[in-house]
């Protein structure tokens, strides 16, 4: 088996494997912020159901209910998936393997945050002030996060591409 290329030297003085284990740490560590934020949001509506106002919940508010507890079980999944697939390929020599589904798999699970986010932050708008305030928080909040978790990173890459010509660090 032939031996690994070289890493790309780009600022930092690291190997593919050191290169490697500080992305999955990184990975790891933005993994626990989002697990933290999901289980507070998922803790916040497994309460609910216990209040004495939730039988006042019309279909409409229940079906966004139900299906919040469900994105937030499924986004809790995406969050300890890594976890799993690292026990799995752990020592089998698949790092980049390892690291590279990792990411993925964090960003369909920040999709599934910002999918939690809305759907919560509409849940309390339309049962606190309407069906309509419920509908344009959603909206707003939609637009917000679409501004920030998506444009804001592009418009930072441009920035640092143009500031730093080609230069890379990951």
Do not use: C
Not at 39 to 59: A, C, H, K
Not at 134 to 158: E, K, N, Q, S
């Amino acid at each position: 088996m032939a031996e690994p290329e070289p890493a790309p030297r780009f600022g930092r003085n690291e190997s593919t494997e050191e290169r490697m284990d500080r992305n999955w740490m990184e990975l790891i560590q933005e993994l626990r912020v989002l697990q933290t934020g999901v289980q507070i949001l998922g803790g916040f509506l497994l309460t609910l159901p216990f209040q004495p106002r939730f039988g006042e919940l019309d279909d409409w508010q229940r079906s966004l209910y139900l299906t919040n507890v469900m994105v937030a079980a499924l986004t809790t999944v995406l969050i300890v998936l890594p976890v799993s697939v690292h026990r799995r390929l752990f020592r089998r020599g698949l790092k980049s393997v390892l690291v590279s589904s990792a990411d993925t798999i964090t960003k369909w699970a920040l999709a599934g945050v910002a999918i939690l986010i809305t759907g919560s932050a509409s849940l309390v708008f339309d049962v606190t002030a309407g069906r309509t305030a419920g509908l344009v928080a959603g909206g707003f909040i939609i637009l917000v996060l679409l501004v920030l978790v998506v444009g804001m990173p592009l418009w930072l890459y441009r920035q640092g591409m143009r500031n730093n010509g080609d230069s890379k660090e990951e």
